[in-house]
Structures are given as C-alpha cells and as structure tokens.
C-alpha cells in the first residue's frame, strides 16, 4: 500500500512539473475585439474547408489572391450560423491577428481534427 503511494505521489509531481513547463500561452488576439474561442474554430475550419475544396495550400490561395480575408471569413461566419452562433456583425479580424491565425493553421493544425483544434484553442488561447 506505501508502495502504490509512493508511486501515485511520484506521477502527481512530474504531472505537475511537466504541466508547469508546458504552460506557455498562444498569443491569439491583441487587436481585434471581442474574438472568442467560436470566432477562432470557425476561422480556422474555414481554412480546412477551403484547402479540403481546392486541394491547395491556404498560404499559396492567400499569396496568389486567390482566395481574400474577406472570402475567409464570410465561410467563417457561416460555420458559425451553422453551429447555431448568431453573430450581430459580419466576423472582421485584424490583419496581424488574422496573420497569426494562418500561421498557427500552416505551423500546427493543418491536418487537425476538430477535437484537436478545439483542445488547442481551450488549453493554450488564454
């Protein structure tokens, strides 16, 4: 029984210490106001729509002009209708945010999963 003890206060500490090296934030937003957890999701399936639909990279559809911020988050807010989360404006993020989000989507999540990109954004978007 001390045994089984010892070991489970063992694994508590290095949880603890591994949760407290890998505590580092995602800076997510500095200029856009009020974007929330929803607003992110949907801006960031946007971009797995939109590459899944054209079978290009996002940051080639971007550069050539293929594809506009503006196209993005028109599909952004309509995943958002779709989820049932009525928005009273149009989404308009900032360009730098806007920026960040592209690279986290081609840095980190290009091929996530929902459940992935939603643990993303739920643990390190602080």
């Keep these: ?3 089984l003890f010892t070991i489970l206060v063992f694994l ?3 949880s603890i210490i591994f949760h407290s090296v890998n505590d580092k934030t995602l800076e997510v937003s500095r200029h856009t106001n009020n974007l929330n957890n929803d607003m992110i999701f949907a801006v960031l399936k946007a971009f797995q729509t939109i590459e899944a639909e054209t079978r290009q990279d996002l940051q080639y559809l971007i550069n050539a002009e293929m594809i506009t ?3 993005i988050q028109k599909a952004a ?3 958002l209708i779709s989820t049932g989360e009525f928005t009273i404006d149009p989404l308009d993020i900032d360009p730098r945010d806007f920026d960040r989000l592209v ?3 081609d840095q980190i999540l290009k091929d996530s999963s929902d ?3 939603r643990y993303i954004i739920h643990t390190l978007f602080k």
């Design 1 to 3: 029984m001390s045994l």
């Design 12 to 14: 508590l500490a290095i």
């Design 69 to 71: 911020k503006t196209e």
């Design 77 to 79: 807010d309509e995943i």
């Design 103 to 105: 690279r986290l989507h």
């Design 115 to 117: 459940l992935q990109i």
